[in-house]
């Protein structure tokens, strides 16, 4: 395995990793693949404290932390109703229909996620169903920064309507070039989904205050002259930068998280027959988010990896966000990864478990079958990832930093949890009893067993629940 820099008049900035003639356990593989350099412990450190000074001081904190990040002065983060109504009014109507087009893909596609109960009886009336209930309230965040995110908005909201959960918070940063409201577009997204509750902040207090929650006080803005107050919420969803990922990550436990959503990352997986501008056009459109987003081109063809090179080349110079897109192309975060095969590249692919994954082959489909870890996998050459960003019908709030590797896209199911009922009569208790005490026993647990036993050893109980509407009295 070298890394080697490519002949004069290709993209030098992006390195190449050589696995041809390479046998690596999967530990080793995954040591071998591209990753950012990050300061995690730096981060959570940073992190805590913000979350502790929230719960501390409450909205004074946010209001602080505002002034100090966004430079803007708050007396309270909730938006107002006549700001939502005003934004979707002056809304390019280009882009409400493309966000309306998007709401109702997103919204077919999530409405098939929702899952049946489940019963099963085992016969004498004893009976285990499972049925899902929605959780009670959610906390959704969308960022700011670098870019504007109403699709985000969507990808959050959709599912938790699908998945029929009653309290819905939003939350993004507020922009002082917006008198220090979230950006207009997202604001508009939120009044097309009609949600009501929308705050301006963002970064890791806004997971904060989601988590923990925001008393109302003293000061303007809620009906007792306060800031109005944030009710904790049950799970918090959605994508922001390092902070707002680990923030997610150090309060998981007292709320329900989707996944660790941090910069974009997009990998390649393509053969000698894949078109080089589709694939620079793909790498540059995920790179052009965030200076730490990630592309990595997994392919078993040199001359495919040159002519890509050749590509960013000439599309890096055109495009609006270039230094951006530089930037994560030259970082230890992106890379050509060369193989023997598409095997090879495969087993690369489901190391790597990228947030998103192309499959640009000969025959794509049969390749993306094989998938067995990736966030969401784009088939074809005209299934591209900024597609499923916008209006696949897919979400595009998705597990990066190799988590796709045990964690899953946002879904529906991130919104409803399962309750299992049983419900078992005397005679079915009596058929299975026996094993419920030889496991007690087994498990050094007798108390466990003796539950069982007072039930089945005495016949009824004369003192047993009756029912209440045949009277006792003689």
């Known amino acids: 395995m070298t890394n080697s820099a490519n002949a004069p008049e290709s993209f030098s900035a992006l390195r190449t990793i050589d696995l041809r003639d390479a046998t690596l356990g999967h530990a080793a593989l995954k040591a071998s693949l591209p990753r950012p350099e ?12 913000i979350i502790d000074d929230v719960r501390a001081r409450g909205f004074a904190a946010l209001a602080e932390l505002a002034l100090r990040f966004d430079g803007v002065e708050q007396t309270t983060t909730q938006v107002p109703a006549e700001a939502r109504r005003r934004a979707l009014g002056e809304l390019d109507p280009t882009v409400r229909r493309a966000l309306e087009e998007s709401i ?69 940063p507020p922009q002082r070039e917006f008198g220090g409201l979230p950006h207009p577009t997202i604001l508009a997204a939120a009044e097309l989904l009609g949600i009501t509750e929308v705050h301006a902040m963002g970064g890791a207090q806004a997971i904060a205050a989601f988590a923990y ?16 107050g944030i009710e904790p919420v049950d799970v918090i969803t959605g994508p922001g930068n390092v902070f707002v990922a680990t923030a997610k990550r150090l309060v ?53 990896a040159e002519a890509v090179r050749g590509e960013l080349d000439v599309q890096t110079r055109t495009t609006k966000h270039s230094d951006r897109v530089l930037t994560a192309l030259s970082g230890r975060q992106s890379a050509v990864i060369l193989v023997d095969d598409l095997d090879a590249g495969l087993r690369v692919c489901n190391a790597y478990a990228a947030e998103h994954l192309e499959i640009l082959t ?40 190799g988590t796709a590797a045990f964690a899953s896209g946002l879904n529906v199911l991130t919104f409803l949890k399962a309750i299992q009922v049983i419900e078992y009569p005397e005679a079915a208790l009596r058929e299975v009893g026996d094993h419920v005490v030889a496991l007690a026993d087994a498990e050094d647990l007798p108390a466990h067993g003796d539950a069982v036993r007072h039930r089945l050893e005495h016949g009824e109980d004369p003192g047993r629940r009756r029912d209440p509407h045949v009277s006792n009295m003689t």
Not at 38 to 49: H, K, L, P, R
Not at 215 to 227: L, Q, R
Not at 263 to 270: D, M, N, S, V
Not at 363 to 389: C, W
């Open 38 to 49: 990050t300061d995690g412990a730096s981060a959570a450190a940073t992190v805590q404290g």
């Open 104 to 172: 109702r893909r997103a919204t077919r596609f999530a409405a098939a996620q929702v899952p049946s109960p489940a019963s099963v009886d085992f016969g004498d009336g004893a009976t285990v169903t499972q049925r899902w209930e929605p959780v009670r309230r959610v906390g959704l965040y969308v960022p700011g920064g670098l870019a504007v995110y109403p699709s985000s908005v969507i990808m959050n909201v959709v599912p938790a309507l699908a998945a029929g959960v009653g309290s819905i918070a939003l939350a993004s």
């Open 213 to 228: 929650g925001i008393d109302a006080g003293a000061g303007h803005g809620s009906a007792d002259g306060g800031p109005a």
């Open 252 to 304: 998981k436990g007292a709320v329900g998280i989707d996944a660790e959503a941090g910069p974009t990352e997009i990998a390649i997986l393509a053969d000698a027959g894949a078109t080089p501008r589709y694939v620079a056009a793909d790498m540059i459109s995920q790179a052009e988010h965030d200076p730490n987003a990630a592309a990595v081109l997994v392919t078993d063809s040199e001359a495919l």
């Open 362 to 401: 000969a025959d794509p489909a049969a390749v993306a079958a094989r998938v067995t870890a990736a966030g969401a996998v784009f088939v074809g050459e005209h299934s591209p990832v900024s597609l499923g960003d916008y209006s696949a019908g897919s979400n595009h709030v998705l597990p990066t930093s």
